[in-house]
């Protein structure tokens, strides 16, 4: 796992039951972010219990003075249902032990809070749980919250994929008011920013290709990613920006444009690339 989407109902339906039976927003996240404290809890309990059956079988080992600090402070705060990326401040070393003994930890990971409104609330642009949801996470430590409406995307997929361009319009037209449209590019892109994420194309005649790498990725990790005997045999790459292409070309195919406008250039291996 290396992040989270937390999505949360904010609808009410007698169609749609509730194992609950009633819809109060805090209490589910209230229980999803308990059932998963209780769960990085059990790991890390199993985790201890491993190192420290190691230091007894073995007496010239000895646990330093920082697992145990940490350990302790791990153990205390998923105790009480607080998730470990929040409402602590963590030392540099204690990060460094953190990742050492318990990388799986899943309240460690970001979390993105997608709110799942009926699509009628979700157009007027308004939802009476909206407020709460956000005073919970503002109170939890913090995060991003995202309205969005699963009812709606599911209506203008159905609508698209049956071609349907005047029902499509009609129905963006009813969220268009309150500037909101799809938030699926949206949800798509607040992820890779919470991953530290970020995309970059190659382009050629017959196809182009989007790929996925990390933020500050040099041009031979970037080519890595696409196989990695390109990463082993780096030499140079040649580039230009998205926005330079699109700005340059005008709709035609190829690079002539953007190399006479002087934006098309070439890289070495120090090079750190860019998004898009």
């Known amino acids: ?3 989270i989407f937390h999505l949360v109902r904010a609808f009410d339906s007698k169609e749609v039951t509730h194992v609950e039976d009633t819809i109060d927003p805090e209490r589910d996240l209230e229980i999803i972010t308990s059932e998963l404290c209780k769960k990085d809890l059990a790991y890390v309990l199993q985790q201890r219990e491993l190192r420290e059956k190691d230091v007894k079988k073995n007496p010239t080992m000895k646990l330093p003075p920082l697992f145990f600090t940490v350990m302790d402070k791990v153990q205390e705060m998923l105790e009480r249902s607080q998730p470990l990326a929040k409402g602590c401040e963590w030392t540099a070393p204690e990060v460094e032990k953190i990742n050492e003994l318990i990388p799986g930890c899943i309240t460690l990971k970001p979390v993105v809070y997608l709110v799942n409104c009926s699509e009628k609330s979700y157009c007027v642009g308004a939802n009476k749980y909206l407020k709460r949801i956000k005073d919970w996470v503002e109170s939890h430590g913090g995060g991003l919250v995202i309205p969005m409406s699963v009812q709606f995307e599911e209506n203008l997929a159905a609508l698209r994929k049956a071609g349907d361009v005047d029902a499509e319009k009609a129905l963006l037209d009813t969220v268009s008011g309150a500037g909101r449209g799809s938030m699926l590019p949206r949800i798509i892109k607040c992820g890779y920013k919470q991953l530290n994420l970020m995309y970059y194309f190659t382009a050629g005649d017959k ?15 970037a080519a890595g990613v696409i196989h990695t005997d390109f990463e082993t045999g780096f030499i140079k790459l040649e580039c230009c920006s998205y926005d330079d292409y699109i700005a340059c070309s005008n709709g035609r195919k190829g690079m002539a444009a953007v190399k006479e406008a002087g934006k098309y250039r070439q890289e070495g291996k120090k090079y750190i690339v860019q998004d898009g």
């Open 207 to 221: 196809e182009v290709r989007c790929w996925t790498v990390a933020v500050g990725a040099t041009a031979p990790q």
């Open 1 to 3: 796992v290396d992040g």
